[in-house]
Structures are given as structure tokens and as C-alpha cells.
């Protein structure tokens, strides 16, 4: 098994729900990313979990909230989001190795989200 | 800080024509690693190839052949007789280690290819 699966595949929300995007990999990667991307841009780095610990927030705000329950699932809760965060939400996952720069990233087919 | 140039913002061929799309890079690092990555309008990104600092040859799989020049911090990559299927945003990626674990990309801003019968 070599991808990446997100659900759900499309998601619309109002400002006020409570949603969450699932991500899930099977191919042993300890490495696992949470991407932002916007129409006409490249995807922006959120979140990075390794070996099931957050080693990265870039300053994303505390409505999304992710969680790695385990070495295989990743997860983004979303609530109370505006409309500027409607984008396409992508996760990737990497095999983490000691001095891993080279480990390239498999990337899921992302989650398109709106939110009214 | 890193910084990745993909100067062309989109490019227009015909099929069968042969394109490159160009790579710019900037990094402090010794050791780094190059990528590029294919995005379909299906919106997955799809990785194509990775290339170390240390390495310097090119490489050629299929239609496709990359060109890593490190005295002009430049990766290119070029699609021999293209074809319709090849239309996609292509992302040049450099990649530098986190902190605790994984690694960090900076993209560049992506070439949208058109390739038309």
C-alpha cells in the first residue's frame, strides 16, 4: 500500500460547526503533514507530527487543532473557521529516518473545504 | 532562509514539443535535497524526483530528464515530446530538516503547463 487517503473528499461548513479531516497512511512513514493550499498557490506547511509527537506548529491558529491518535491516522479538527480559511487541505506523510532531508513526501488527494 | 524561484508562471506548448521548466534555489545549507512534484487539476501532488547537493549527475526516466547544476543553484527539468497528460502545475521543492523530526519544504510558486493538441 503507497498512498495517502484524506476524507472527506469535499467538506462545506458554516462558521460555527465543528468538523474534522481525516488522513490516513499504511506505509510504515513516522513522518506525517498537515498542508494549506490556496487557488493558484503553493501548499504552505501547518503542522508536523513525528513519531506521533507535534515537532512543528507554524503559527497556525488555534482553530485548527490537530491530533495524531496513532503512527498511521492524522487528524485536523476545524472549528468556528472563516470563509478565508476555504482551501484545499492537502496531508503528506515521510518515512522518518535519522538526518531524513532526503525522504520525500507522499502527498494525499487532499480535502477541499468551503466554509460559509 | 531558503528560497526556491520557478520564474515561469505558465507555459504553453504543443504536443510532441519539447519543454523545460526552470529552478532556482537558495539555501545555506551543505547538504539539501531538490524535488519536484507534479499537481493534476485532480489536485494531488504527485512526486516526480529527488535530488541530493552531492549528486550532480542528471537523470532521465522516460520522457522525463532533470538537470541539477550546483554552480547556478539550478534543477531543471525538462519533458521530452510532451503530451496532452503532462498539463499539471509542476512544484520545484527544497527540503531542510525540522527540528525533532521530518522535513520542511519550501516550494517554489509552481509552472502551470498547457499542452494542446
Known amino acids: 500500500d503507497t498512498e495517502v487517503t484524506q476524507t472527506p473528499k469535499h467538506l462545506v461548513m458554516g462558521m460555527t460547526n465543528k468538523k474534522s479531516l481525516k488522513c490516513e497512511q499504511h506505509?510504515?512513514?513516522?513522518?506525517m503533514y498537515w498542508y494549506k493550499q490556496k487557488a493558484k498557490k503553493p501548499p504552505e506547511l501547518m503542522f508536523v507530527?513525528?513519531?506521533?509527537?507535534?515537532?512543528i506548529n507554524e503559527s497556525v491558529p488555534s482553530r485548527f487543532s490537530p491530533e495524531c491518535p496513532n503512527s498511521s491516522l492524522l487528524n485536523l479538527h476545524l472549528h468556528a473557521l472563516q470563509p478565508e480559511d476555504s482551501a484545499l487541505y492537502l496531508c503528506a506523510s515521510s518515512l522518518r529516518l535519522s538526518g531524513d532531508a532526503y525522504n520525500e513526501q507522499f502527498f494525499g488527494p487532499g480535502t477541499r473545504l468551503t466554509v460559509l | 532562509a531558503q528560497k526556491v524561484t520557478q520564474a515561469q508562471t505558465e507555459i504553453s506548448v504543443v504536443e510532441k514539443e519539447d519543454v523545460t521548466l526552470d529552478c532556482v534555489y537558495e539555501t545555506r545549507d551543505t547538504t539539501y535535497y531538490l524535488f519536484w512534484y507534479k499537481q493534476p487539476p485532480s489536485g494531488e501532488l504527485v512526486f516526480l524526483i529527488r535530488?541530493?547537493?552531492?549528486?550532480?549527475q542528471n537523470e532521465i526516466s522516460g520522457r522525463y530528464s532533470w538537470n541539477f547544476q550546483k554552480s547556478t543553484s539550478s534543477f531543471n527539468f525538462t519533458i521530452t515530446a510532451s503530451q496532452v497528460v503532462d498539463s499539471a502545475v509542476y512544484f520545484c521543492?527544497?527540503?531542510?530538516?525540522?527540528?525533532?523530526?521530518?522535513?520542511?519544504?519550501?516550494f517554489g510558486t509552481g509552472t502551470q503547463l498547457k499542452v494542446e493538441l
Open positions: 521543492a527544497l527540503s531542510g530538516l525540522i527540528t525533532g523530526g521530518g522535513n520542511k519544504l519550501t
Open positions: 506505509m510504515g512513514h513516522r513522518a
Open positions: 507530527y513525528s513519531y506521533e509527537k507535534l515537532s
Open positions: 535530488r541530493n547537493s552531492f549528486d550532480e
